[in-house]
């Protein structure tokens, strides 16, 4: 199989139909003879959107719905959906569909070519790439990335991007490594891979904002700055070198009139700092 897409949903019913129509109408063309998958992993939202995946999964193999019994945060939703993939290559891809799925074939266009290369990542605010986004929400967004990128260890354009590709032979093992559950999880991610020196690039992507988003500015942003201290402080103190320390697993059993397919989700669980 050459592609899993990983899909994280929190009550995401309004939004997710057109993004898997669209996403399925791409892949039957595109992957006809290598292969791919789907997962959404349901992160224990209260509105139909674990209905509307099984549904749509009923005439549709390649779509598997993995749910959470509890909303776990973004984080926790993609380690989990990485954990379960098969591809050989993984795209974490949001929700919304603020980016075509078209544009996956850019990321892995990078990895195909430079064996080298181990993620490839989009970037909304760079170059030739189309940004439809708040000035405000697109200030701050800066500011955050410029704080990232201090994190990290090298200069990111663009750490909060959800279109993001990696092998997943060799960038799997760390994702296991990681602790963080809510929207840092890419920041600790990336400042892992490149504590273990693995190259990773960065491609200029068209994006527009989808109403509905879930990230609140002022909330949301207050608890970021603070994660990205403990992902500072847990470097400096090398906890990254520690897995995680228990894994639980969780089998989502389908309905009898559910016909979608549920995976054995294999996901970390960790304690907050």
Not at 21 to 28: A, G, I, L, P, V
Not at 75 to 97: P, S
Not at 166 to 193: N, Q, W
Not at 252 to 262: D, E, I, R, Y
Request: glycine share 8%; with cysteine; net charge positive.
């Amino acid at each position: 199989m050459l592609l899993s897409i990983v899909i994280p949903a929190w009550n995401e019913q309004a939004r997710l139909l057109a993004v898997l129509q669209t996403t399925r109408k791409y892949c039957e063309t595109m992957f006809a003879t290598t292969g791919y998958e789907v997962i959404v992993v349901d992160d224990g939202s209260r509105d139909g959107t674990a209905a509307l995946v099984s549904t749509q999964a009923s005439g549709w193999a390649e779509l598997r719905l993995i749910s959470l019994p509890e909303n776990r945060g973004k984080g926790a939703a993609v380690r989990t959906g990485c954990v379960n993939a098969r591809g050989e290559f993984v795209l974490i891809y949001d929700a919304d569909g603020a980016t075509p799925i078209e544009q996956e074939a850019v990321l892995r266009s990078e990895l195909t070519e430079r064996s080298d290369l181990h993620l490839a990542m989009g970037v909304r605010y760079r170059g030739t790439a189309e940004v439809h986004m708040g000035l405000i929400r697109r200030g701050l967004g800066q500011i955050f990335t410029y704080c990232a990128s201090r994190v990290v260890g090298r200069p990111c354009a663009d750490t909060q991007c959800g279109f993001k590709m990696f092998r997943r032979e060799t960038i799997l093992p760390i994702i296991k490594h990681c602790r963080e559950s809510g929207y840092t999880f890419d920041v600790e991610l990336l400042a892992a891979i490149h504590r273990h020196g693995l190259a990773m690039c960065e491609c200029s992507i068209p994006w527009t904002a989808v109403p509905g988003s879930k990230v609140s500015i002022i909330r949301d942003g207050v608890v970021m700055l603070w994660r990205l201290f403990v992902i500072r402080l847990r470097q400096l103190m090398n906890v990254f070198e520690r897995p995680v320390k228990t894994t639980e697993r969780i089998l989502s059993v389908p309905t009898p009139s559910a016909g979608s397919m549920h995976a054995l989700a294999a996901f970390e669980r960790t304690a907050h700092d």
